[in-house]
């Protein structure tokens, strides 16, 4: 019991201490400059990399590179040229009455027209991103801006990018979903995925029409194969990648995957 108290004292006097030097808190470093610049005509200019659909906060998140960041291939993404910049513009979906998202025909969330997107920027240059001191994510640097151009996060706000960007790890040049485009993996909200050897879940139940993705988020590849034989094959699935499937006539389909028979999934359509 003691003992107990004592650990939580000296816990908040440590906290305390920080609190107490009478200043406001020093934000962490981040660049004072811009040095990235606003990515005007971003939508014809650059190619787009990957679509991700974000479920929690419903946004459709298109991400751009250019021709530079296009160049990199799979297994050299822990080093993109100097020169490359990646725009994502996030933008709210379409949604129904109770705020559920309205998927087009493939599945997919919609950009709502009356909504105005966010472009969220980061460029390498040579010697970039050394003024984040600690959080420096390599070479990069982030600024987020309104379409009018200004800044939504000025550089001298940055630094969150950069301490949240490390979480995508120097493998990967801290850039956080390209494998989406590496591994044609759509970026939709998966129905079902593929993990350790399984499917999961192993049976699913959806109304005639639906648009089914499955997602091998494994490291390895598998394949999504109709026990009927003659039926749909995707064939190898990568790691990464994602499939879909519309099901358009109610009955129940079992499948498997042909590299480990012992992997089995069913889907009722109802
Ligand atoms: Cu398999």
């Known amino acids: 019991m003691r003992r107990g108290r004592i650990t939580v004292s000296a816990l908040l006097f440590g906290l305390g201490s920080v609190g107490s030097l009478g200043q406001a808190p020093t934000p962490p470093a981040a660049p004072t400059e811009d040095r990235i610049g ?65 998927p087009d025909e493939s599945g997919r969330f919609q950009k709502d027209p009356r909504a105005v997107p966010t472009l969220f920027v980061m460029r390498k240059e040579r010697e970039f991103g050394e003024a984040y001191e600690q959080n420096r994510t390599g070479e990069w640097e982030y600024v987020a801006y309104r379409l009018d151009g200004t800044h939504q996060t000025a550089p001298r706000n940055s630094a969150n990018c950069a301490i949240c960007h490390k979480q995508a ?53 598998h394949t999504i194969t109709d026990d009927f034989e003659g039926g749909a094959d995707t064939g190898r699935l990568r790691g990464g990648s994602s499939v879909a499937f519309q099901f358009s006539v109610p009955g129940e389909f079992k499948f498997h ?9 069913t889907v009722v359509v109802e």
């Open 38 to 102: 606003f990515p005007t005509d971003y939508q014809n200019r650059l190619n787009v990399l990957y679509v991700f659909d974000r479920p929690d906060n419903k946004q459709v998140r298109t991400v751009y590179a250019n021709d530079a960041a296009s160049s990199v291939k799979f297994g050299q993404q822990f080093n993109y040229p100097y020169g490359s910049i990646l725009v994502m513009e996030t933008w709210r979906a379409l949604q129904d009455a109770n705020g559920n998202p309205i």
């Open 169 to 221: 790890g120097q493998g990967k040049d801290w850039v956080f979903r390209a494998a989406l485009h590496f591994n044609q993996g759509s970026g939709a909200v998966p129905d079902a995925v593929i993990k350790n050897y399984r499917f999961v879940p192993g049976s699913l139940r959806v109304k005639a029409g639906s648009v089914v993705t499955f997602y091998n988020d494994d490291v390895i590849e």
């Open 257 to 265: 995957c042909a590299i480990h028979p012992a992997m089995h999934g």
